[in-house]
Structures are given as structure tokens and as C-alpha cells.
């Protein structure tokens, strides 16, 4: 299956699709607390989705291939859980950082975003992990303009995180976006620059870097779904859904209580 170049009707969808996915994370903020549950959030997060929004929350029952349903609306991904935590009854304590992943539907099309959040205080280590791992987000983002190539981005990417000692996992990556929640093509966080597929108008593609503090090794949890560090070490992830416009990039995702870019 080749890349889709979306058509501007459909562009137009997903700037819609991928606002309220931002805007979840809007809504969600002010409940990410000391005692509060992932669970908890994960049913703030499903029923603003569904009530308010008019949305599907597309990981609820996915089953790519290889995989148990999803049985929740949102990932919840805690310390040194790397991505795809499952809500549970965990309650979130000071200190600990998370990363919460909103895809949304509507009207057929994807939005797909994801940032850390505090919970209380976080050690400077964590801070300074959560904001060069946004860094990292945003210089991929900033490499996207039509002649790129993928290469480009991942190569970006990977330089910011290992100049401060951090690693980039390589079992999961960026992914193409729009009637389908993972399509061509693959966005690696690492690479060579001038490499890889070359961008064009229309694409569009997430970036969601995901950044260990420690050793970039991960295994999954038994729950068929949470991905870990291997070495328990820390690990950040940011996500926003971008389009390649004739120009640059614009990124769909964006909405009122975006943090803004570092650069
Ligand atoms: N939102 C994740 C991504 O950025 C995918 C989650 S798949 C799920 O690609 F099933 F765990 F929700
Ligand atoms: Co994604
Ligand atoms: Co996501």
C-alpha cells in the first residue's frame, strides 16, 4: 500500500479531527492529580470524546495484527512505561510523570497527539527528560517541507536526544494517518539524513518520539499491550499529527492549552 496524499476536502477533516484530539488533552489537564487513577481519566477522557465531542476513541477495541483488542479509550503511560499503558486502577502519586495518547474519529478521519504531564513535582531529571523529548518532537516537526525525506526527521530526532545522553526506542515509531489510525508511512525517530522516503504536499504523518532516559531496550507486559523500559529507566514521549503543506509543515493538532514550541 503506497502513501495517500490526502485531498483538500479531506485535510480539512482532519484539522478537525486532530484539534479535538488536542482538546481532550485540554479537558483532561486540570484531573491529572496526585490519587487519581488512570482508569479515572481514561473514562473523563471516553465519555468527553463520545458526549461532548461527538467522537470515537479509536483505540478502544483496536486489534492490529498480533494483538488483543485494546480495551480502553486512552494510553496512560507512567514513569518508565514507555507507551500503550493501559488504564487500570493505578493511582497516580507526586512526582510521577505520564504521558497520555488521544486518538480521535470523526467523520471518518484520525487525529492522533499525546503529552507528558506532571504529576506534583517531577525530579529535575524528569523535567529535563519530558522537555528534551518536546525538543525532539519539535525539531522533527520542523524538518517537514515538501523534498525532505524522512531521513531528515529522524535523524533530527536522534541527534537532540543523544547529545543529552537519552536513547530513542526504535520498536515503535511515527505513522501515516487519516481514514486509518496507522498507514503508511513509517516515521523512524533515528536515521541519516537526505535517507528515506522523500515528503510531499498532502502527506500526512504523526512524529512521536519516544525517549529513554536510560538504555533504549523495551519488552511488553503481560497485558499484551504496555510497552516498559527494559532497564526501568524514565521514558517521555510528545505526539502531534502533521500535515506537509507546499511550504512546510502544518501541524492538525494544535489546540488552545498546546504548550508552545520550544525553538
Ligand atoms: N496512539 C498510539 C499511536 O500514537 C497508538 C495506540 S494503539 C492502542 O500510534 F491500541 F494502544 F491504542
Ligand atoms: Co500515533
Ligand atoms: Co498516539
Redesign the pocket.
Known amino acids: 500500500m503506497a502513501i495517500i496524499i490526502k485531498t483538500p476536502e479531506e485535510i480539512e477533516k482532519m484539522r478537525i479531527a486532530g484539534r479535538l484530539a488536542g482538546e481532550v488533552l485540554d479537558y483532561i489537564t486540570p484531573f491529572v492529580q496526585p490519587g487519581v487513577t488512570t482508569g479515572e481519566l481514561d473514562r473523563l477522557c471516553h465519555d468527553y470524546m463520545v458526549n461532548v465531542q461527538g467522537c470515537i476513541p479509536a483505540p478502544l477495541n483496536y486489534a492490529p495484527p498480533g494483538h488483543r483488542p485494546y480495551p480502553k479509550s486512552i494510553c496512560a503511560s507512567v514513569n518508565h512505561q514507555v507507551c500503550h499503558g493501559v488504564p487500570g486502577d493505578r493511582k497516580l502519586k507526586a512526582g510521577d510523570i505520564v504521558n497520555l495518547d488521544i ?1 480521535t474519529i470523526k467523520n471518518g478521519y484520525h487525529g ?1 497527539t499525546s503529552r507528558m504531564f506532571y504529576v506534583g513535582e517531577p525530579s529535575i531529571q524528569a523535567r529535563r527528560l519530558c522537555e528534551v523529548s518536546y525538543e525532539c518532537m519539535w525539531l522533527g516537526i520542523q524538518q517537514v517541507k515538501p523534498g525532505a525525506r524522512l531521513g531528515d526527521v529522524g535523524h533530527a530526532i536522534q541527534t537532540h536526544a543523544e547529545k543529552h545522553g537519552y536513547s530513542v526506542v526504535r520498536e515503535f515509531c ?2 501515516g494517518i487519516g481514514k486509518k489510525f496507522h498507514e503508511e508511512p513509517q516515521v523512524l525517530h533515528y536515521g541519516k539524513p537526505g535517507t528515506g522516503i522523500e515528503l510531499q504536499a498532502g502527506m500526512v504523518f ?1 512524529i ?1 518520539p519516544m525517549i529513554n532516559a536510560g538504555k533504549r531496550d523495551v519488552r511488553q507486559l503481560g497485558d499484551g499491550w504496555t510497552i516498559v523500559t527494559k532497564d526501568h529507566s524514565l521514558s517521555a514521549q510528545w ?1 502531534h499529527t502533521v500535515l506537509v503543506t507546499e511550504t512546510g509543515y502544518e501541524v492538525l493538532t494544535l489546540s488552545a492549552g498546546s504548550p508552545p514550541p520550544p525553538f
Open positions: 486518538t492522533d511515527g505513522h504523526t512521536e505526539e
